[in-house]
């Protein structure tokens, strides 16, 4: 290990082509100065070229050469030691990219269900003889009439069919070797007949030594090939893109047909996604590990205690995992925590006020386009919805396993129509991503997860139906048998999907009374909490002194931090929002025509607009885009509507540039004016809030300045750093002033140093009741430490007292605005007298 055991502070880096190790250099001093602890890396190891974040891997065993490559990453980590930060690295063992580039994937295609690589990937070889490859533009026979299909060497050294340029699959070892023979090349065909390593290498070297002349025999055969007889043989198959929607023969992840899922609870799979994070912990050349989607694997449990066997006890283990209300993570995962998306909510919840948002949904159910019902109704609806349009394959799968189950009772006279009706209304009220059921006796929380799934399937009203259910459920927690076992992993690893599909990707932008809360890992029916259950929640966390990551914004949220506190401001004036809204909807009238966005979409414009301001119109409408389409109301990534998407993106454009519209961007402009010193206020209540609560404070890249961004790609924007390292000395301006956010840099740097010099402090958590509306106050460090945030201040009201004896006022020359907000003091010696509490408290 580095030496690097405080966890205080992580700080999230995006590498992709334009952002290396070499350029990570060059921001380590300022971390240093911010006050970081580890620097925490998107993935690392080999990602298809081109990639941007680095989730779609093709080679888990080298270090991404577009990010510099071994040497690279050893001149990065040497820096880090020197410079005493340790480093938390994000890993991938769900999924790889189902592309060219992948030797893996390439040579499980090349050997089908009997080659070396056969069990890496999770292919269904019992019910497809061919692995289905939606990706052609036509049917398969078009695609071949048309000739854009070519039989060519790849330059990795397989026998491929290529389909415009990008897409390549091998051809069967068997045809590799015979048609090598056949060009007069025999060693290179032994070669490929004797080579049954996972990934080909010694074949596929063995191809790319041809010589030129060989080269050319290879190529004439080749060219003389009938492709339609010899795609049939194969042990993969083409199609349509569209075709992926009726049938696949893979786990993928999500509904995203090219990353393609890995049976990592396999040992040699196991093996090879971790040998090369597991080398560099072990090298001391990283601290920790993030587990990205720990919720598609088969087994979460059996997976966390074989990583931590292998990892150590030392290292930091955090898992990508959304926590539904009122679960916990289970005690069984050895690991520290969580990425925070859990954290981030409930940070944010306290911001918003539910009379406000009560009032704004109110307003917003009479508008056309409105998506009517309470939450969890149109949960459901929205998980039916993606379910039958997204995951069809994987639901036709299910079924076929529960026919396959139900053959082994004679008894049961359930069809496959039943079994699939059955089994959608449980999955579409399940009320969590997903359930943790091994072969062993189901724990109680997974019973009662499956007991309130079955509840809420009865309001079908079918008793042949809810039958089915009963029985399924009963299969899925109790069955025995290869079928059973089958029904039971698959339908956990699409629970899991179907709930971030059908919520955080359609409901949380139909929802759009008030944008804020519709976070990741948020829940559209608690947008607020009351103080004292958000103490109460806080209190767990700092009594168990938790290393989960306590983020306010990620890589994945779909809002800034400052985005959020803005709009959260609605809340609390609804009925000005919501009388500037019909306003503008007839001041506007005439920038739209008769294909207008509908009077819900154009809220969320004039939203994202209030929460972004300024924003310009390349920015606007990028995010417009994915919000209608992510919506699924009007247009679909699928099947666009661009009539429809045309019309709101041109309202979208004339409301930042159209003449017509320069009094709408004079009222913005001053109202966004009007907020600023509130919505400043909230940003800087959010952060010490992360920076003060139990738990890993975890910067985005960037936010430490105000940070006013959109969902991506709109959040992985390069960061101007040079800008963030002179804010660093500049003298600090009123909040008023403050367009950048250089008093909530110098907060976070203060705080963070504060947690270095103190760690004492930051231990514990006791709540002081506040009289004063909306101040949170606490205590750390068994007293020593009172944290007071204001969650309504919208520039006046009370103030906590500053309560006697001998205190050292934390943030005293950041000046008298920002303690408008936030209060932070450290006793000198000794505790809280009782007198000071009461004080305090009013």
């Not at 009517?372 to 919805?385: E, H, S, V």
């Amino acid at each position: 290990m580095t030496g690097v055991s405080d966890w205080r502070a992580t700080y999230r880096l995006q590498f992709h082509a334009g952002f290396t190790f070499d350029d990570a250099l060059r921001v380590l001093p300022y971390l240093c100065r911010l006050g970081i602890s580890h620097v925490y890396a998107s993935p690392i190891q080999g990602a298809r070229p081109g990639s941007t974040h680095g989730y779609d891997q093709v080679d888990p065993t080298c270090i991404n050469p577009e990010l510099g490559g071994e040497l690279g990453f050893e001149r990065f980590s040497d820096a880090l030691r020197a410079a005493g930060l340790g480093l938390l690295v994000d890993i991938v063992p769900n999924h790889m990219a189902a592309h060219r580039t992948n030797p893996w994937w390439m040579s499980a295609l090349a050997g089908g269900p009997e080659g070396p690589a056969a069990g890496i990937f999770d292919i269904d070889w019992d019910r497809h003889s061919q692995v289905l490859l939606p990706v052609l533009g036509g049917t398969l026979a078009e695609t071949l009439q048309k000739g854009d299909i070519a039989l060519s060497v790849d330059p990795a050294g397989w026998l491929v069919a290529c389909a415009y340029g990008e897409h390549a699959w091998p051809l069967r070892a068997e045809d590799t070797s015979d048609l090598l023979e056949a060009a007069a090349l025999p060693e290179v065909a032994r070669q490929w007949r004797e080579d049954q390593s996972p990934e080909r290498a010694k074949a596929r070297e063995a191809v790319r030594r041809v010589d030129a002349a060989g080269r050319e025999r290879l190529a004439a055969l080749l060219a003389k090939q009938d492709l339609s007889t010899l795609i049939a043989r194969q042990h993969w198959r083409p199609t349509h893109w569209r075709a992926g929607r009726d049938a696949l023969s893979t786990r993928r992840f999500f509904n995203i047909n090219d990353l393609i899922g890995v049976r990592v609870e396999a040992e040699s799979v196991f093996a090879l996604m971790h040998q090369l994070p597991l080398a560099l912990l072990r090298a001391g050349r990283i601290d920790g590990l993030r587990i990205d989607h720990i919720d598609g694997l088969a087994d979460p449990a059996g997976y966390c205690a074989r990583l931590r066997s292998e990892a150590g006890a030392e290292a930091l283990i955090v898992v990508e995992k959304i926590l539904g209300e009122g679960e916990g993570l289970r005690t069984d995962w050895p690991v520290d925590g969580t990425t925070g998306y859990e954290r981030l909510n409930m940070i944010n919840r306290l911001f918003v006020c539910p009379v406000g948002h009560r009032a704004l949904a109110q307003s917003l159910a009479s508008d056309d386009g409105a998506v009517a019902g309470d939450p969890t109704r149109r949960l459901a609806a929205a998980k039916r919805q993606v379910l039958e349009e997204s995951f069809t394959p994987e639901i036709e799968q299910l079924t076929e396993l529960a026919v396959g189950a139900a053959a082994s009772d004679p008894a049961l006279e359930f069809a496959a129509p039943t079994l699939r009706a059955a089994l959608t209304e449980l999955i579409v009220h399940f009320p969590v991503y997903r359930s943790y059921l091994v072969a062993a006796e189901p724990a109680a929380p997974d019973r009662d997860l499956y007991a309130a799934s079955l509840s809420a399937a009865e309001a079908c009203g079918d008793p042949w139906i809810t039958a089915a259910a009963n029985w399924i459920a009963d299969t899925i927690l109790h069955g025995s048998g290869r079928d059973a076992a089958a029904l039971r992993r698959r339908f956990q690893q699409l629970t899991g999907p179907l709930m971030a599909k059908g919520l955080e990707d359609t409901e949380f932008y139909r929802s759009v009374a008030l944008l804020s809360p519709n976070e990741v890992g948020g829940d559209p029916a608690s947008p607020s909490i009351s103080i004292p259950a958000f103490h109460t929640w806080a209190a767990r966390r700092g009594l168990t002194e938790p290393r989960d990551i306590t983020p306010l914004a990620t890589h994945d949220t779909k809002r800034g931090a400052e985005t959020r506190a803005r709009l959260n401001l609605l809340s609390h004036a609804p009925a000005e929002w919501i009388g500037r809204v019909a306003r503008w909807r007839r001041m506007n009238a005439g920038l739209h025509g008769k294909d207008r966005p509908d009077t819900t979409d154009q809220w969320l414009v004039y939203q994202t607009l209030f929460g972004a301001w300024p924003i310009c119109a390349d920015r606007l409408c990028t995010f417009v885009v994915k919000a209608l389409r992510e919506a699924k109301r009007h247009t679909r990534w699928e099947n666009p509507n661009e009539v429809y998407e045309r019309s709101a993106l041109d309202f979208a454009e004339a409301l930042l540039e159209h003449p017509d519209a320069a009094a709408f961007r004079s009222e913005m402009d001053a109202i966004v004016a009007e907020t600023a010193l509130a919505a400043r206020y909230n940003g800087l209540a959010q952060a010490v809030l992360q920076l003060t609560l139990p738990g890993v404070v975890d910067i985005y890249q960037g936010t430490e300045f105000w940070d006013f961004s959109l969902v991506d790609p709109d959040n992985r924007r390069l960061v101007d750093y040079e800008q963030r390292e002179d804010g660093l000395g500049m003298p600090l301006p009123p909040i008023a002033n403050d367009e950048v956010g250089l008093v909530k840099q110098r907060l976070v740097q203060r705080l963070l140093h504060l947690r270095q010099s103190r760690p004492e402090l930051f231990r514990g958590y006791a709540a002081i009741p506040s009289q004063e509306d909306g101040w949170i106050v606490f205590t750390r460090g068994g007293g020593r430490m009172v944290v007071a945030v204001s969650s309504r201040n919208l520039g006046a009201g009370a103030l906590p007292r500053l309560p006697d004896g001998v205190w050292h006022d934390v943030l005293a020359d950041m000046g008298a605005d920002v303690r408008q907000a936030v209060r932070i003091l450290v006793k000198r010696d000794g505790t809280i007298a009782d007198r000071a509490v009461k004080q305090l408290s009013g």
